[in-house]
């Protein structure tokens, strides 16, 4: 079984770049059957998907966000990446990443890292 | 793309059935048939416990059912034991390999 491990920078001051690195361990990254997720929660409140990203590189954002944010992939290092530009502190949140299984019809988010808090303070 | 609807919370007693509404809109969940449902506990990740509408991942009890009419996506869940208490999202996926996740619901066992 496939496991997920989100890691990076607890706390991030305003105006900052966020980086956070999601590491695949238990199966391989090069997949056809899954896409990469990021999804936050700020506190006490819904999740929200980020974006996504199949392991050719090919990546996929929230509208809303897409100005500020970029997904990359790393397979020779079975890990995935987020770069979140410009924090604020409606940014503070639990940051998840997640596989998309999207074989079988299932399309869903099968498997989830711990989730890493991140607080954006200066 | 707006969060999809869900009631705040529900309640029911031990046994009970409770069912948990998720509303979107036509170019959504009303569109597509990849509706999947999460459980989850305070302080933990999420957890899948419906995909594609109706389908049970292995693992998740049976007493876990989902179905789907136009808009609207529901989480039924039966015989309501005191592990179920939880927050439950539910998630649609809107074309364009884009998703929406539901505002959240609030299960609680009385």
């Known amino acids: 079984q496939q496991q997920l491990q989100e890691s990076g920078p607890g706390l991030v001051k305003p105006s900052e770049t966020l980086s956070l690195t999601c590491t695949v361990s238990?199966?391989?990254?090069?997949?056809?059957?899954?896409?990469w997720a990021w999804i936050r929660q700020p506190p006490g409140k819904g999740l929200e998907w980020i974006g996504s990203?199949?392991?050719?590189?090919?990546?996929y954002y929230k509208p809303s966000l897409e100005s500020r944010v970029t997904i990359s992939v790393d397979t020779s290092n079975n890990q995935f990446s987020l770069k979140w530009r410009s924090m604020t502190a409606a940014d503070t949140a639990v940051y998840y990443c997640a596989r998309l299984l999207v074989d079988w019809d299932v399309d869903a988010f099968d498997v989830w890292g711990r989730g890493t808090p991140v607080t954006v303070s200066s | 793309q707006s969060a999809l609807t869900q009631p705040r919370s529900v309640s029911g007693s031990p046994g009970q059935s409770v069912t948990i509404s998720c509303t979107g809109a036509r170019n959504d969940l009303g569109h597509y048939n990849y509706v999947s449902w999460y459980q989850q506990h305070p302080g933990k990740a999420p957890r899948l416990m419906i995909y594609?509408?109706?389908q049970r991942p292995s693992g998740v009890p049976d007493r876990f059912s989902g179905s789907k009419s136009g808009n609207t996506a529901s989480l039924t869940i039966s015989g309501l034991q005191a592990e179920d208490e939880a927050d439950y999202y539910c998630c649609s996926y809107a074309g364009s390999f884009i998703y929406v996740f539901g505002t959240g619901t609030k299960v609680t066992v009385l």
């Open positions: 238990g199966g391989s990254i090069s997949s056809s059957s899954y896409y």
């Open positions: 990203i199949f392991y050719d590189g090919h990546s």
């Open positions: 594609a509408v109706t």
